[in-house]
């Protein structure tokens, strides 16, 4: 029997005016912030369309062309809808619309065309900073919260506990969240949306602040929630993610909708995406996220002895240099963050700094930063490179598929063999001995050295 529609999105679209800081789309935060820059001195100049620009930027990752009519569609002629109980995950690259959709979905903006119909209460999740109020406590803002999603306060009292527990934070929740890691933050706002019994829960990219054990706990309350038959929209760039936690997958690109279909034909739709995206100069990407005082620019990869090659060779050291260039007169306390991913967007294996080195790293303005791997442990294919630049704390530059790394098969084990091509599971390689000799009951000592 078919299930009652909760969501209904017809011919959605959100248009910005790039030649004003002001549009009656603008959320009321925005509207203030533009009318009191608007009385400053100075504040009145022709660079609408720059500072929106930079809004736009910051609040979406989204990187936008000049337009010969003065406007950007960030979303537009989006049509879908999604039934009690689904779990849908919502993907592309940065830029795409996904955080513009879930905005409109959640009411934090309004479209500027089409028509969105919902059933029941929604808890969003998006970005750090979305629906809390710095000034109260925790305590108070879950109570707010609740109050928000029209729950009594009998009923907030009755899941307190358990959020509070959820979270992790029950030593501060009687503190200004103002004074918050960003971790913490994350943890008691998906504690609340997640427990104050929303019909639709709306969850944003922003699960990557928390730890691995965290992100899995997550996981695991948002599928439980599915379970009760509530709905869940979940934007991930995490690809394992969304195949175990999805039944079907919406792939937005240009803010549009590329692919409404099954959450393993979705994926397969985002990833040839990203790797399309992957053949255009790094210098040239736009798809890309952080302050951007610090852009890498180009990916190379090389022999010990500095000699440049186009791909790596199983079991054979490779040096990955990534150059780089800056606005900044001197990088200080750099975290760099590369990983390896297959073409269905899954992890192999990350390499991030902060954990090989035992300090962060300190750079110039411009240069090359440069990551050994003694062997490689990757079988004959292609593989997507993600890469990421913190400064001082501050994300600089995240690009997702930044370059495609090509693999030769080599003789990994130094036997003088390679793994055929057609084995199973082909990927990551692990390091392994056999052998042959006395049962476990009689054996005194072991024969691997």
């Known amino acids: 029997m078919k299930k009652s529609i909760v969501i209904s999105v017809d011919d959605l679209g959100k248009r910005y005016e790039l030649g004003s800081t002001f549009s009656h789309h603008d959320t009321l935060r925005d509207q203030l912030v533009s009318r009191i820059r608007g009385l400053l001195p100075g504040a009145r100049n022709t660079n609408g369309k720059a500072n929106l620009k930079n809004k736009l930027e910051d ?21 879908f809808d999604v039934e009690q109980g689904e779990v849908v995950g919502i993907i592309g690259r940065n830029g795409a619309g996904k955080s513009t959709l879930l905005k409109l979905l959640s009411r934090i903006t309004e479209p500027t065309t089409g028509e969105i119909r919902l059933r029941g209460r929604v ?11 710095p000034e109260l406590t925790g305590r108070e803002n ?32 009687d503190t200004p969240v103002k004074r918050y890691s960003s971790g913490m933050y994350v943890r008691l706002a998906f504690a609340v949306a997640a427990h104050l019994e929303p019909e639709i829960l709306v969850v944003d990219e922003v699960l990557a602040v928390g730890d691995a054990g965290f992100q899995q706990k997550c996981l695991a309350k948002m599928d439980d929630v599915a ?3 509530r709905t869940v929209l979940f934007v991930s760039h995490n690809m394992a993610a969304i195949r175990n936690l999805c039944s079907r997958g919406i792939c937005l690109d240009k803010g549009q909708v590329v692919a409404d279909t099954d959450v393993n034909s979705a994926i397969e739709t985002f990833m040839s995406t990203m790797a399309g995206d992957a053949q255009t100069s790094l210098r040239n990407r736009t798809d890309r996220k952080g302050k951007g005082e610090v852009r890498f620019t180009q990916i190379r990869y090389e022999t010990d002895n500095g000699r440049p090659i186009d791909y790596g060779t199983s079991g054979q050291p490779l040096i990955i240099a990534f150059d780089y260039e800056s606005s900044l007169s001197h990088l200080k306390n750099v975290r760099l963050s590369l990983t390896v991913n297959n073409h269905m967007g899954e992890l192999y294996f990350p390499c991030v700094s902060s954990v090989s080195e035992s300090g962060m790293l300190n750079a110039p303005p411009n240069g090359t930063f440069r990551c050994r791997i003694d062997n490689l442990p990757l079988s004959g294919g292609r593989y997507l490179l993600n890469v990421f630049l913190e400064v001082n704390k501050e994300v600089q530059d995240h690009v997702l598929a930044a370059a495609v790394l090509p693999v030769q098969d080599g003789d990994f084990f130094g036997t003088g063999k390679i793994y055929s091509p057609g084995w199973q599971g082909r990927g990551v390689l692990v390091p392994y001995r056999w052998h042959v000799g006395e049962p476990r009951a009689l054996a005194r000592t072991s024969s691997f050295e």
């Open 59 to 79: 609040k979406d990752g989204l990187r936008l062309d000049d337009d010969d009519n003065g406007e950007f569609w960030a979303a537009r002629n989006i049509s």
């Open 123 to 133: 808890a969003s999740l998006l970005e750090v900073g979305t629906g809390f109020h």
């Open 142 to 173: 879950i109570f707010l919260n609740g109050a928000i999603l029209g729950m009594s306060r009998q009923e907030i009292i009755r899941k307190f506990d358990e959020i509070v527990d959820f979270s992790g934070v029950s030593k501060f929740i």
């Open 227 to 229: 379970n009760q038959g």
